[in-house]
């Protein structure tokens, strides 16, 4: 009952100096208010600028302690289990000043112990320790200089004019574009001298590698358990949730668990050429929400490519085109902060999108998929931060992953099913139209990989480069938005695709 519509901090810039500075001004893409922390350290200065929404109290996102400092953003949803292994337990209410008890009881060794949604920093001492959940779900990144650090949960804020491409970071992946800028991996804590800038990666969490076998009902229990509480630990008491829906079995599970705890909205979103709307409306009936349906043309989604380039700050073309739909739908809320509840990432662990049935070549693609999410920002919460909104995804919860990837193969296709663990999680409470309903990325529910296929056809790529240009469109967005801090506003998807036909005739000449 900790959580509040939008926790204290969406994110953060924050710099560590041997002797003073500032922290970075940003940009940044979250739309929030800043609130500035400056800490002396007895030999280090800390300071740190807090992104926050209306009505969060950024006083919370930070705590000082001794000769120690932490700054959290995002949010813990274990709290309860992190304060019955402290001893003044209570005392500590909110998640930053949890993580400096933590800390002082565990040091580093705390970032094992928490199962949450957050990015932080922690400046202790001469050190700087920068610590992403097991996900990397609130992406982080560094310039370190010696003496000089600074750190965001945006690369675009750490930009400067001269970018010295620093000493290296074992572990760390470099941001393309921004020679000095690294990004940390999921479910690490770097950990960083601040004089010399020299560091350590600490690894905190890993996909399990082994398979469990559990019997059926065992498996579907453990699932609709492991899920139920994580729905439960995402609600903030009186606030009503906003359910993305698809009408799939992953959001309508996440919907389904939530209404039972009070009532939600659901909100489902189309373009004018296709959409998923009647799915989702049986759904939305079946679970009494106070549903509504958005459609947005596709020409205007597709000018929203830079927006979701900008927020997503990834260079991946097919990850792009899932989160299209959702930043563009996160966009045309209205501006009161909302908590969003979505399905996403549930086809990861239980490889949905691959539509699979040998059981050898679906846990191949389970694996492939653990080990290369990071650095994605699918997750990121500055796709709906953008316009001030909060998102949680259930699915990646560390109890339910952990849970849901370590399941052998033939629970998750069963009886001639995907998914098939969950969805029979879920009988008692869906609709069984909804638990049959064939998987449908939202990709193509929206049409947005048809429309972006056509719009570089008829700019006259051939099929062949498609993939390619899409690649290449993409790049040249992240150029604009991340590497010179544009904004979206001011960097238009046709121009991307100039530049990118153009490069693609420079490759083929
Ligand atoms: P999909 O699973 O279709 O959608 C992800 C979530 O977006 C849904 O659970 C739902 O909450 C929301 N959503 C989807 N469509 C709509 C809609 N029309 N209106 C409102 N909300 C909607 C791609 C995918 O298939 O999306 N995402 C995969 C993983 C991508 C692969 N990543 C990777 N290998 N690293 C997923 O697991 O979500
Ligand atoms: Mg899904
Ligand atoms: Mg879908």
Excluded at 43 to 57: E, I, K, M, N, R
Excluded at 105 to 119: I, K, S
Excluded at 146 to 174: C, F, N, V
């Amino acid at each position: 009952a900790h959580l509040g519509t939008l926790p204290p901090a969406l994110g953060f810039l924050a710099a560590a100096h041997a002797g003073g500075g500032r922290a970075p001004e940003g940009p940044v893409a979250t739309r929030a208010l800043r609130a500035e922390i400056g800490e002396a350290l007895s030999v280090q200065a800390f300071s740190a600028t807090v992104l926050h929404g209306p009505g969060a109290d950024p006083g919370r996102a930070w705590t000082r302690a001794g000769d120690t400092v932490v700054v959290v953003a995002g949010e813990f949803y274990n709290q309860d289990e992190l304060r019955s292994v402290l001893p003044d337990g209570d005392a500590h209410d909110g998640d930053a000043g949890l993580l400096a008890a933590l800390f002082d009881r565990y040091d580093l060794h705390a970032f094992r112990l928490v199962n949450g949604r957050f990015a932080a920093v922690v400046a202790s001492g001469a050190r700087l320790c920068a610590a992403t959940d097991h996900a990397g779900s609130v992406p982080l990144y560094l310039r370190p200089a010696p003496g000089d650090i600074h750190i965001a949960t945006e690369a675009k804020a750490l930009a400067t004019q001269a970018m010295p491409k620093g000493p290296s970071l074992p572990g760390t992946r470099r941001v393309p574009g921004l020679p000095g800028v690294h990004q940390v991996p999921a479910g690490t804590v770097l950990e960083l001298a601040v004089d010399s800038a020299g560091g350590t990666l600490h690894r905190t969490w890993q996909p399990p590698s082994a398979r469990r076998i559990l019997h059926e009902d065992e498996a579907r229990r453990a699932v609709r358990s492991a899920l139920e509480l994580a729905v439960g630990r995402r609600l903030a008491a009186g606030v009503k949730p906003l359910a993305v829906l698809s009408g799939g079995i992953d959001s309508s599970a996440v919907a389904a668990l939530a209404a039972a705890r009070g009532p939600i909205d659901s909100l489902s979103m189309g373009t004018d050429l296709s959409d998923e709307f009647p799915h989702a409306q049986v759904v939305a009936k079946h679970l009494a929400t106070d549903h509504s349906e958005l459609v947005i043309p596709m020409d205007e989604l597709l000018r929203q490519l830079p927006y979701t380039v900008w927020a997503a700050e990834t260079l991946d073309a097919d990850i792009i085109e899932y989160l299209l739909p959702l930043v563009s739908l996160y966009r045309r809320l209205p501006d009161t902060p909302r908590r969003i509840l979505t399905g996403y990432g549930a086809d990861i662990p239980l490889a949905g999108m691959h539509r699979e049935d040998r059981l050898p070549q679906l846990d191949s693609a389970v694996a492939h998929d653990m080990a290369t999410f990071d650095g994605l920002n699918e997750m990121s919460p500055v796709l709906a931060a953008v316009h001030g909104h909060w998102t949680s995804h259930p699915y990646w919860d560390r109890d339910v992953l952990d849970l849901l990837v370590g399941l052998e193969a033939g629970l998750k296709r069963r009886y001639g099913r995907d998914k098939w663990v969950l969805r029979s999680a879920m009988t008692d409470l869906l609709p069984e139209e909804t638990v049959a309903r064939p998987k449908l990325g939202v990709h193509e529910g929206s049409g947005v990989s048809v429309a972006f296929t056509r719009l570089l056809s008829d700019n006259g790529v051939p099929d062949r480069d498609i993939a390619t240009a899409k690649a290449l469109v993409v790049r040249e967005l992240f150029d604009r938005t991340v590497v010179d801090g544009g904004h979206p506003d001011h960097v238009s998807t046709e121009g991307a695709i100039r530049t990118a036909l153009h490069r693609l005739r420079q490759g083929a000449a």
